[in-house]
T-cell receptor, first 114, second 115 residues
Framework: DGGITQSPKYLFRKEGQNVTLSCEQN?????MYWYRQDPGQGLRLIYY???????QKGDIAEGYSVSREKKESFPLTVTSAQKNPTAFYLC?????????????FGEGSRLTVL | KQEVTQIPAALSVPEGENLVLNCSFT??????LQWFRQDPGKGLTSLLL?????REQTSGRLNASLDKSSGRSTLYIAASQPGDSATYLC??????????????FGKGTRLSVIA
């Protein structure tokens, strides 16, 4: 089945460590997005990529990094510079080239800093 | 800057009731509006997508309307069931430039349907 796969589902990190969250899609979508979700704050955009080898910062990019070497993959690294990384992270992709596509989400990864 | 508001933040209704969830946005220059459902600890599931040229979309017991000029959308759920309990989010795609502009999300309405 086509879809967006995020891994791991749960991740624990010690302070000072970098961690990488995986996002893979087999929908042949060009654009991919990373959102962070905190209780009571809604979804906030971290980074997005409209095409391979290109990405743009979202509203809260500080302390995060991404790469887009393949169309199917958009990994997110949470670096030690991110001061409050405990959150639920959601990856998404959009269904067609142009402005009117439908956004689809993965199941999310929950990161906890110990 | 586009802002999306969903009121109320939480809603509790008895099973079988018809209900309306509200979404408002500040800038009418949008490509489309999308409604999502989120179960606890899960990702978002797309429910309905309304293009800016459309007035409504229907899927089963769900009907979403869009009034772009007034900056409002409603999600109507008919004959609610306990399985409808979830958080419902709306999001708009700003018409800033061509391409896949990131969506702007509301904070959601948490719905509880009581059996």
């Amino acid at each position: 089945d086509g879809g967006i796969t995020q891994s791991p589902k749960y991740l624990f990190r010690k302070e000072g460590q970098n961690v990488t969250l995986s996002c893979e899609q087999n929908l042949n979508h060009d654009a991919m997005y990373w959102y962070r979700q905190d209780p009571g704050q809604g979804l906030r955009l971290i980074y997005y990529s409209q095409i391979v080898n290109d990405f743009q910062k979202g509203d809260i990019a500080e302390g995060y990094s991404v790469s887009r070497e393949k169309k199917e993959s958009f990994p997110l690294t949470v670096t030690s510079a991110q001061k409050n990384p405990t959150a639920f992270y959601l990856c998404a992709s959009i269904g067609r080239v142009g402005p009117d596509g439908e956004l689809f989400f993965g199941e999310g990864s929950r990161l906890t800093v110990l | 800057k586009q802002e999306v508001t969903q009121i109320p933040a939480a809603l509790s209704v008895p099973e079988g009731e018809n209900l309306v969830l509200n979404c408002s946005f500040t800038d009418s220059a949008i490509y489309n509006l999308q409604w999502f459902r989120q179960d606890p600890g899960k990702g978002l599931t797309s429910l309905l997508l309304i293009q800016s040229s459309q007035r409504e979309q229907t899927s089963g017991r769900l009907n979403a309307s869009l009034d772009k000029s007034s900056g409002r959308s409603t999600l109507y759920i008919a004959a609610s069931q306990p399985g409808d309990s979830a958080t419902y989010l709306c999001a708009v795609k700003p018409r800033i430039y061509s391409g896949n502009t990131p969506l702007v999300f509301g904070k959601g309405t948490r719905l509880s349907v009581i059996a």
